[in-house]
Each structure stands twice: as C-alpha cells, then as structure tokens.
C-alpha cells in the first residue's frame, strides 16, 4: 500500500515568494496533520483535519501560513510570503481515527527560503 | 511551555550494549504514549507504544517503561545496532483532544560499532 506522499521533497525559493506543499494521505485514513520539524523546536503541530474539516489551527504561526483540504485525498499547505525563517522540514501524517493515535508520516518537504 | 521533555538532544552507545533513551511529560491527562525513529530524509516511523493502564510494553529488543507517579517514560534498546542510529521522538496523547500527538524535541541516538 502507498503511505503518505508529499510533494516537493525538496523546495528552494526566495523570501518573499509563495511556497505550496502537497500531501495525499493514506487512503481511508481520515485525519491528516502537518508538522514542522526544526533543530529548536523539534516537531510542532501546525494543523490538523478530520474528514476534511479543519479542527485545530492554533499551531499555524502566522498569517502567512494556510492549509485546505479540499478532499479525503488531498492537502495543501501554502506560505505567502515566505521568510527565512520558515526554513525547516514539512511534514504531512494521517491516520484513521479509529486508532489509538499511531500516525503514519510522509518523507518530508524540506523547504529553504532565501 | 512543552508538555513533553526529551533533554537529551544526543546519546552515544557502543553497539551490543544497552541504549537507554528518556522523555518527561507535564500533561497528567495524556494517557497514551509513542515513540517514533527517524532517519535523515525520512519521515518518522512508529516503534513503540505504551496505555497508561501498563507500565511495561516489550517489542523485541525495544522496550517502554512507564512511570506515571513520575511523568516519566523510557525507552531501551538492547542489544543495541549500529542501525539504531537514529532520532527518537517521545510523543503522548489524551482523551478527547481527537488523539493529536504533542512530540519532544528527540534525542539522536549513535550506536557505535
């Protein structure tokens, strides 16, 4: 079975300029989180859906970040604009809601912002 | 304020011997816990996990240890590999909060052969 797939894996861009990342979950997973890891904070929950609907975004940082789920198999995060310090690693995790709280992650977006 | 402690950041162990890898909590309503491994460009990977009903649960060469009067849990790994060599991330979850994870900052484990 396919796990959780993010995409870009790797994404360079400049301050200032729009940033999407991409996830599909496992299918017939339905809540989907997104995760920021950095060397300070480790993993921090930015936002997390359950069947689609946005439960809790006291995670996002700032206005600049926002996240949609516009299906069961699809989720953006996207940063508008960018800064340098938004610089770290992105990732996407699901998991049925019947389970006992095990989340499956994707490989990451590792983003860099110039 | 973190509800969840890793403070070690690093920990070395020559291979074979035992790796003894510890998190904190502060949230006495968390009663679910996980521990994750990670590799570098990779995304975390359950390992472990323990009810707050035990305090004892054993896969293998790993093995969770729960002290709730603590607020503490650890993990051991034993024998020890050099493919153990990862970060480990401690995360806990409550009742009613949907399950969300609240994770530590992880501790990068070496395992030297």
């Known amino acids: 079975d396919a796990g959780v797939i993010q995409s870009p894996r790797h994404e360079v861009t400049e301050m200032g300029q729009e940033v999407t990342l991409r996830c599909k979950p496992i299918s017939g997973h339905n809540s989907l989180f997104w995760y920021r890891q950095t060397m300070m904070r480790g993993l921090e929950l930015l936002i997390y859906f359950n069947n689609n609907v946005p439960i809790d975004d006291s995670g996002m940082p700032e206005d600049r970040f926002s996240a949609k789920m516009p299906n069961a198999s699809f989720s953006t995060l996207k940063i508008q604009p960018s800064e340098p310090r938004d610089s770290a690693v992105y990732f996407c995790?699901?998991?049925?809601?019947?389970?006992?709280?095990?989340?499956?992650f994707g490989e990451g977006s590792r983003l860099t912002v110039l | 304020d973190q509800q969840v402690k890793q403070n070690s950041p690093s920990l070395s162990v020559q291979e074979g011997r035992i790796s003894i890898l510890n998190c904190d909590y502060t949230n006495s309503m968390f009663d679910y816990f996980l521990w994750y491994k990670k590799y570098p460009a990779e995304g975390p990977t359950f390992l472990i996990s323990i009810s707050s009903i035990k305090d004892k649960n054993e896969d293998g060469r790993f093995t969770v240890f729960l002290n709730k009067s603590a607020k503490h849990l650890s993990l051991h790994i034993v024998p020890s590999q050099p493919g153990d060599s990862a970060v480990y991330f401690c995360?806990?979850?409550?009742?009613?909060?949907?399950?969300?994870?609240?994770f530590g900052s992880g501790t990068q484990l070496t395992v030297l052969p």
């Open positions: 995360a806990a979850s409550e009742v009613g909060s949907a399950r969300q994870l609240t």
């Open positions: 995790a699901s998991r049925s809601t019947s389970g006992t709280g095990e989340l499956f």
